[in-house]
């Protein structure tokens, strides 16, 4: 299994009694110059923060001394001021958990907050109702554990299950599902749409580990109202349809209005006792109010589709992105790489926002990435090729020139 690494997060949530505006923070980095695992990625907005690998020991108001020093912020404050407002884990998308501690801090007013200099991040105050209207608008990009903060922010607390919190895009929900995925994966992301009384679920890949997770969404969309829902397959991969079984078998769905969605080549090769619709590129699939184009985009199997949400520009594109390293292209089910290159040039057309895969964490400079699987696979041909033209002839011994020191786990794949 992925190890799981932990870091821990203190945010400082500060708010203005007078208004109750709060200062955030927008990451200003170069998009080469942030983490692929940093809290606060390139061109998001946040509360200010610090990360230790450590549990933090001391008090709240110490470390929050300590968050306020770095961002160069002056606020004079009492220690009674402050509160522990949430506490939230992130997902464990592929094997960091951030553990984040939310503190807030009630002060007089944000009037004269001055911009800290030199500094990668620079501060706005903002209402969390405007905050959040700039992110349904598409207008800002925020984290799905900050999302849920303004929304508590904005709102009396809900009575409702809070499985559905893992908000990427606006409405667009992930959660990563233990799965019998490959490695270095363990769960495929299954992407969640709500609106009114119906829901659209793009992959059900749950093994038993899963079945629990599972349970407590379609709980939560069953308190919520819905009635109908709509299962898109982008493929027909083991660990992209095996929770099917929960929905054909468990109390809990039996009277839900269910339909299955996927290309003809993917329904030939499950099967269901649910209606099953055929999609095809340009369709649209409706959730309510909510619509998303449906895009065919073989090159990993011959059936492969993905959605697009053109509000937020987000592609949810199953097996075709990967949160680490690129897609394996599946020969027996019409993997093709003349396919995968043009579909990765299709998408890159769209110029998406944020890419959602069925593995690994939602990506946000995801044009950028797919210029990079080209790249990548048109320069493994081309070392392919030498190794032919210098007398390496059999499939084993380019594999040997091509890729030394594989692991032997992937040498099928390679």
């Known amino acids: 299994k992925m190890a799981k690494k ?10 203005d009694i007078s208004n109750d505006e709060i200062l955030v923070i927008h990451n200003a980095d170069k998009p ?21 690998p450590v549990y933090f020991s001391d008090p709240i108001p110490d470390r929050s001394k300590q968050v306020m020093r770095e961002y160069g912020l ?18 464990n998308f592929n094997g960091v958990i951030f553990n984040v501690t939310f ?10 907050i001055k ?51 893992n908000e990427y895009a606006p409405h667009i929900f992930c959660y990563p599902i233990p799965s019998d995925t490959s ?15 119906y829901a659209l679920i793009v992959d059900v890949g749950a093994n038993e580990d899963g079945m629990p997770y599972l349970l407590k969404i379609i709980s939560q969309l069953k308190f919520l109202g819905v009635q109908n829902l709509k299962i898109f397959l982008t493929h027909h991969h083991f660990d992209h349809v095996d929770g099917l079984r929960f929905f054909e078998n468990d109390p809990l769905a039996s009277d839900l209005n269910i339909t299955i969605y996927g290309t003809k080549d993917t329904l030939n090769k499950i099967t269901t006792k649910f209606e099953t619709k055929e999609v095809k590129h340009g369709d649209e699939m409706e959730v309510g109010s909510i619509r998303l184009s449906v895009l065919y985009t073989p090159g990993h199997t011959s059936g492969s589709m993905s959605l697009f949400h053109y509000p937020s520009r ?101």
């Open 103 to 112: 503190a807030l801090l009630k002060v007089p007013s944000l009037k004269n």
């Open 183 to 197: 490695p270095p994966f363990t769960s495929t992301n299954m992407v969640v749409f709500h609106d009114g009384d």
């Open 32 to 52: 080469e110059e942030t983490l692929a695992n940093s809290f606060l990625p390139n061109d998001f907005f946040g509360f200010p923060y610090i990360c230790s």
């Open 115 to 165: 911009q800290p200099t030199p500094s990668k991040h620079t501060i706005t105050i903002i209402s969390p109702s405007s905050l959040l209207l700039d992110f349904e608008s598409n207008n800002k990009f925020i984290s799905a554990e900050i999302v849920y903060i303004l929304r508590q922010l904005t709102s009396s607390p809900s009575s409702s299950p809070s499985i559905l919190r």
């Open 6 to 15: 932990e870091v821990y997060v203190h945010c400082v949530i500060i708010q």
């Open 314 to 414: 987000c592609v949810i594109a199953g097996d075709h992105i990967t949160g680490v390293g690129s897609s394996v292209l599946d020969i027996e089910s019409g993997g093709d790489m003349k396919q995968y290159l043009d579909t990765t040039e299709a998408l890159i057309q769209l110029n998406p926002r944020i890419a959602i895969p069925a593995h690994g964490p939602p990506c946000y400079q995801p044009v950028s990435l797919l210029h990079g699987y080209i790249k990548h696979r048109l320069s493994r041909e081309n070392e392919i090729l030498a190794a032919y033209k210098a007398g390496n002839i059999t499939p084993d011994q380019i594999l040997n020139k091509v890729y030394p020191d594989l692991h032997p786990a992937l040498v099928m794949s390679a």
């Open 74 to 91: 002056s606020i004079p404050f009492d220690e009674s001021q402050f509160s522990v407002y949430s506490t939230e884990c992130t997902p």
